[in-house]
């Protein structure tokens, strides 16, 4: 069982930054994927920006240069670095760890309790 803690949202004027930390209970070592995700008032969560153990990335079109993942193994966290930040990145944003457990298991997927973003006009 991987917990997950979010922080670092908040409240930020349109062209701001702000940084997402999400640290895990366990080491990420073995963790296939983190991610981040996020979901507004009245839509779907939707997938901002993951990244692979080996560190390839993939980022939703809609955020693409202007937003970062990282992660630090050692500290068994993963990072969004947000920068330019428009009013429709308003949403709670929300860290997942993806795990292949075994081929019968398959995914095994945790979610922090999310992080509110607002960002205004």
């Known amino acids: 069982q991987v917990q997950l803690v979010e922080s670092g949202g908040g409240l930020v004027q349109a062209g701001g930054s702000l940084r997402l930390s999400c640290t895990a209970s366990?080491?990420?070592?073995?963790?296939?994927?983190m991610g981040w995700y996020r979901q507004a008032p009245g839509k779907q969560r939707e997938l901002v920006a993951r990244?692979?153990?080996?560190?390839?990335?993939n980022y939703a079109d809609s955020i693409k240069g202007r937003f970062t993942i990282s992660r630090d193994n050692a500290k068994n966290t993963v990072y969004l670095q947000m920068n330019s930040l428009k009013p429709e990145d308003t949403a709670v944003y929300y860290c997942?760890?993806?795990?292949?457990?075994?081929?019968?298991?398959?995914?095994?997927?945790?979610w922090g309790q999310g992080t509110q973003v607002t960002v205004s006009s």
């Open positions: 366990t080491s990420i070592f073995s963790i296939n994927y």
């Open positions: 990244v692979a153990g080996g560190g390839s990335t």
């Open positions: 997942k760890a993806a795990e292949w457990a075994d081929p019968s298991s398959g995914w095994r997927d945790y």
